[in-house]
């Protein structure tokens, strides 16, 4: 066999608290790649429901890549939770209507783009992103941390704000890993490597 089937929903035969996350998204403005998975304690539809302010005017994208390990309660922090900062309020008038609806006229929200989460990045419990963060590939994400700003391929951040803890590899192996790119392998070579991945030692890599 050549792994698990990339287009089921539940890879983990009776149990349905895991996701392949891609097989049950149903807004067109998440985006997700093949085998990433997502976790939840309750129900794997919580997903969506974590995607936070994501409305489909302002049609900001949440994309994730491939072999993603995402966590129960992860929350994705879209643009439309975003207010005027730099005004003398940051209240939404507008929304309110009766004589406010003009207070936005020739001005607009606060746009950060897309949030971006590479391929083969671990996403720990309860870990809060914000718009437009990019997480590079293989980075890991401390459980309770709040993702503020683009986290570097291959590193361990947590806390909140979060903080960089260390690089997962010396800059050269990051380099390497980088330039490898294992999740745009067929599913063959990935078989054939699994032992070589989950190992530490890049030279045994083989075609």
């Known amino acids: 066999m050549n792994g698990p089937d990339k287009d ?14 891609k097989n049950i998204i149903k807004n067109p403005n998440i985006i997700v ?4 998975y997502y976790d939840d304690f309750e129900n794997v539809d919580n997903f969506e429901k974590n995607v936070k302010y994501h409305f489909d005017f302002i049609g900001d994208k949440l ?13 994705f922090i879209m643009n439309g939770a975003n207010h005027l900062t730099n005004s003398l309020t940051s209240y939404p008038f507008t929304i309110f209507g009766n004589g406010w609806e003009s207070a936005m006229a020739g001005k607009s929200y606060p746009h950060k783009g897309d949030i971006i989460v590479g391929n083969d990045v671990w996403i720990g419990y309860n870990a809060t992103i914000m ?7 293989g980075a890991i994400i401390a459980a309770n941390s709040t993702i503020v ?13 979060a903080m960089e803890i260390k690089k997962r590899f010396s800059e050269d192996t990051i380099s390497r ?11 063959e070579r990935i078989t054939r490597n699994i032992q070589n991945l989950t190992g530490v030692d890049l030279d045994r890599i083989v075609e």
């Open 33 to 36: 790649g093949d085998y990433t």
């Open 131 to 137: 718009a437009g963060v990019t997480i590079g590939d």
């Open 177 to 187: 890993l980088l330039e490898l790119k294992w999740w745009d392998w067929d599913v």
């Open 149 to 161: 700003k683009d986290v570097v391929p291959y590193s361990i951040v947590g806390g909140n704000p």
């Open 63 to 75: 994309i994730i890549g491939k072999f993603c390990m995402i966590a129960s309660d992860v929350k």
């Open 8 to 21: 089921s929903i539940y890879p983990l035969k009776h149990y349905s608290r895991l996701c392949f996350l």
